[in-house]
Each structure stands twice: as structure tokens, then as C-alpha cells.
């Protein structure tokens, strides 16, 4: 593990903050809503300009290269790329941050994806936040090249390979998979000393990782454990592995929908008034939760737009702070 082990902050100390896993771009039937399919580039960019505008913390965007036909049926081919979307975005906004949900180092080289997001944080101003993750599609993997066992291994080192490379223009890094010197990269990231780590995953290899080296932590679903139980492991080992070090705690949202819907929305879905929908917000505050990815129920554009201002003008205010 590389000893450049620096903590970049990017969440404030006293709120909890709130982003968007933007729709249309990945529709995997899993969580895509129907009204997605016939959507494209002008509902993404008007999407991205409400969040911006609303104020809104950041806007995802998940990564996969090919899709396995046996999977299709329930992930879809539907998966913008990753790097190009970002770029769309950056230029379609302000202040918005951009953040990879999750990019998928294994299938590339650290250079590479060094490359793109240098760029990408320099074309945004410096609003980049790199999530990571080992990605689970073992067809995908064997498509690419790339040792579907090994996954696990070359996350960790991919994620040493990329540090380096974001916090220094002449990177060096020796390691099992990748062996590297004397080559530049620029241009060179906005943010100082660099863009932002978060680590994707929610099993107990991905709470291990984002504790060692991590800046903050992505679940993707609920941790078997329970999110109390992935904290505090969460928090106990990086306080063993690197004592001191803060880290940012994320959670995603449960499906909300701001006021009445007058169409039936699955279960589990929060519905209701302002207060409602803070409650479970602030709970998860109180558990240390630092930023939260929320998710709307809705049947087009303009609801999804009109539930993104309703959220932020009356309910992220009530939950926000923290106590």
C-alpha cells in the first residue's frame, strides 16, 4: 500500500449533503423507471442543470464496457460511458460535483484512468470525486482481458497506481500488476493536492478497502451487517490502519417521492411532506452518514426535475444539519 496516504476532504464538517445517481445513463431494470428508454442526451443535460441549479452535492454515474447477453435481460446494454458523460456534464454545469459511481479500475490501466480524470478535474474546475469499485461481471471481465479472480488485487494496487498519479506529474509505482516511471501525466488535476478517493462496495472486502484507502466510502445496496455494524468496522479498522484519519461516510437514500404521488409507487418507497421524507435522512446523520445519494419515484423529466427542487427547497434543509 502506498505510503501517500494524505485524507482529501470534500464534505463539510457540520452537514450532510446530497447527490443524484443521474437517470438515463445506466438503465439497468433494476432501478431505471420506464419514462428512461425513450430519453437521451437533452434529458440527461436537463437533468444535470436542475441539479446544478438546486443545489444538489453531486451527480453519478456508474461504469460498464460491455454487458454480458446473459445479463442484458436485466442489466441492459444501455450504460453511457463513464469518462464522456463526466465531460458532458462538466460543460453542461457549474457547480455541481461530478463523481464516477463507481469507475471500474480493474479494467484499465492506472495511467489511463489517471489520464481521464486529471482531465476531467481540470475541465470541471476541480470538481471531481473519484469513486472506485471492483466491479461483478465476470463475462465482462474475460471480454476485456482482464483476470476476473484478481479483481480484488488490482482494485488495491490500481487505487495506490491512481494516487500517485493524480499527486504528481513524473509518477513511480512498482507493484505485482502494474510497474511504472518516467512517464508525465497532464494535464494536471485542479484540486490540491488531488481529486477526492471514494471506495464502492458494501461487503466486507470493500469495507476493509475504503478504510485503508479511502477518502470516503460508497455503499452500493445495504451491507448484509447493517449500516450501523459497516460503520463502526468501517471506523475501527481505519483507525487501526491509519489512526486519526477522518473518512467520508456515504448512504444511499430510500426511494422518496415529495408529497402525494396520485400513481402507485412500489414498496418502500417514502412519501409525504417535508418532514417525511427528513426523518430517515437525519437518522442517518446521526449515524455518521456524511453524503447520501437520493432517488426519486416519478414518470417523466419534468416530475423528476419538479421532486429535485422540491427536495432541495424543503426537505434537505431539515436534514441536513448535523447535531
Do not use: D, M, N, Y
Given at each position: 500500500m502506498s505510503a501517500n496516504l494524505e485524507v482529501v476532504r470534500v464534505c463539510p464538517d457540520d452537514a450532510l449533503v446530497f447527490g443524484?445517481?443521474?437517470?438515463?445513463?445506466?438503465?439497468?431494470?433494476?432501478?431505471?423507471?420506464?419514462?428512461?428508454?425513450?430519453c437521451g442526451p437533452a434529458e440527461i443535460r436537463r437533468i444535470a442543470e436542475a441539479a446544478d441549479q438546486a443545489g444538489l452535492f453531486y451527480l453519478g454515474i456508474s461504469d460498464h464496457v460491455a454487458i454480458p447477453r446473459a445479463l442484458a435481460p436485466v442489466m441492459s446494454t444501455v450504460w453511457y460511458d463513464l469518462v464522456a458523460t463526466l465531460g458532458y456534464l462538466a460543460a453542461a454545469t457549474c457547480r455541481i460535483k461530478l463523481l464516477s459511481y463507481v469507475a471500474v479500475l480493474p479494467y484499465r490501466h492506472p495511467l489511463q484512468s489517471a489520464k481521464s480524470f486529471a482531465t476531467l478535474d481540470a475541465l470541471s474546475d476541480g470538481r471531481l470525486i473519484v469513486g472506485v469499485g471492483a466491479g461483478h461481471a465476470q463475462d465482462e471481465f474475460a471480454g476485456l482481458g482482464v483476470s476476473f479472480g484478481d479483481r480484488s488485487a488490482l482494485l488495491d494496487e490500481s487505487i495506490d497506481a491512481l494516487r500517485v498519479a493524480l499527486l504528481d506529474e513524473w509518477p513511480e509505482h512498482d507493484g505485482r500488476f502494474f510497474s511504472f516511471?518516467?512517464?508525465?501525466?497532464a494535464p494536471r488535476p485542479a484540486q490540491k493536492p488531488?481529486?477526492?478517493?471514494?471506495?464502492?462496495?458494501?461487503?466486507?472486502a470493500a469495507l476493509r478497502r475504503a478504510a485503508e484507502r479511502g477518502d470516503g466510502w460508497l455503499p452500493q445496496g445495504a451491507p448484509e451487517m447493517g449500516m450501523a455494524a459497516a460503520i463502526e468496522t468501517i471506523r475501527g479498522h481505519r483507525e487501526k490502519m491509519r489512526a486519526g484519519a477522518p473518512i467520508e461516510i456515504g448512504m444511499n437514500a430510500p426511494w422518496m417521492y415529495l408529497g402525494r404521488p396520485s400513481f402507485e409507487v412500489p414498496e418502500g418507497t417514502i412519501t409525504g411532506s417535508a418532514e417525511q421524507l427528513a426523518e430517515p435522512l437525519r437518522a442517518a446523520a446521526a449515524l455518521g452518514v456524511n453524503h447520501m445519494g437520493v432517488r426519486f419515484r416519478c414518470r417523466s423529466v419534468d416530475e423528476l426535475i419538479d421532486q429535485i427542487h422540491g427536495f432541495c427547497r424543503e426537505v434537505a434543509p431539515l436534514a441536513a444539519r448535523m447535531t
Open positions: 443524484l445517481h443521474l437517470p438515463i445513463a445506466a438503465q439497468s431494470r433494476a432501478f431505471a423507471q420506464g419514462w428512461e428508454k425513450a516511471r518516467e512517464l508525465g501525466v488531488r481529486p477526492p478517493i471514494w471506495v464502492g462496495g458494501s461487503t466486507r
